[in-house]
């Protein structure tokens, strides 16, 4: 799953490691789930505070893909922001029920995709974001 | 040929509910699973996991540790599951190695298994742990 650890490191090649964060698990479950039949590799969370300790233990991440609107302290848009600032190159995919959501981060390739959304279009934007689909 | 072998080549694909609210735990242990071929899905409380078990998606084994896993503890949890979805079975685990051992027993079953043993998934957690304190919050 992640590429600097001893228990992958002869796996090759990389695995596309998508860090989603969704706290809706009825959602979240089918969505991970095609993403991987699809050949992605997915870290689930379901809140952004879940999301930052993903990060802060290093794993490695090719793109985000979070929902906006969340419980807790950091919304979807700021959970962007932050990591904008640690992982300034990290493409994001924000996503949303709302038309308008406030949207707020900017830096790496980003794109908004309202709910609901078709799991192959999300699977194919994730590859165009990365610039490679996953492994066969 | 052994048993176990036999009875993996027989067995569809298993689905496991993992119930798990420590991500790191949660990535690992799922991943572990994922790699001796189970199809996993994850839940970070109970209250995920007993909406996973009314969705569409066909779950056989639930995972799940006794401690608190949201507003309920894992015999609660293994209790409402049991009554709502006697099908489905539950193992309950009381710590982090215990739930390595599980995961470790469950990949016993199966053609693809990876060479790991409890231990090293237990470290290998341990080592994301460290650097995550190490990090503190952004």
Redesign the interface.
């Known amino acids: 799953m992640v590429s600097e650890t001893p228990m992958d490191a002869a796996e090759a090649p990389a695995p596309i490691v998508v860090l989603l964060v969704e706290d809706a698990i009825a959602l979240r479950m089918p969505v991970a789930h095609f993403l991987r039949t699809e050949g992605y590799t997915v870290i689930e969370t379901s809140s952004a505070e879940e999301a930052l300790g993903i990060i802060a233990s290093e794993v490695r991440i090719d793109l985000l893909c979070t929902d906006v609107q969340m419980p807790g302290e950091i919304d979807g848009d700021a959970l962007a922001r932050r990591l904008a600032l640690e992982l300034p190159e990290l493409p994001v995919i924000l996503t949303s029920g709302a038309a308008t959501p406030r949207i707020e981060a900017a830096g790496a390739p980003r794109r908004f995709v309202r709910k609901p959304y078709e799991l192959d279009a999300l699977a194919r934007l994730i590859g165009e974001l990365v610039g490679r689909t996953p492994p066969a | 040929m052994t048993q176990p072998l036999l009875k993996a080549i027989a067995a569809p694909p298993v689905t496991v509910l993992l119930v798990e609210p420590e991500?790191?735990a949660?990535?690992?242990l799922?991943?572990?699973l994922?790699g001796c071929g189970y199809?996993v899905?994850?839940?970070?409380?109970g209250e995920?996991g007993l909406?996973?078990l009314r969705?569409?998606?066909e779950i056989d084994v639930v995972l799940a540790e006794i401690n608190e896993i949201g507003s309920m503890n894992g015999f609660e949890f293994a209790h409402t599951v049991r009554d709502l979805h006697p099908g489905v079975e539950v193992l309950l685990t009381a710590s982090l190695a215990n739930a390595a051992e599980r995961c470790h027993e469950l990949c016993e079953h199966r053609i693809v298994k990876?060479p790991?043993t409890p231990q090293?998934i237990v470290n290998?957690i341990n080592?994301?742990?460290q650097?995550?304190r190490g990090?503190?919050?952004?």
Do not use: C, N, P
């Open positions: 991500v790191l949660r990535m690992i799922a991943d572990y994922r199809v899905h994850e839940t970070a409380s995920e909406e996973a969705g569409q998606m990876k790991y090293e290998q080592i994301l742990r650097k995550r990090r503190g919050r952004f």
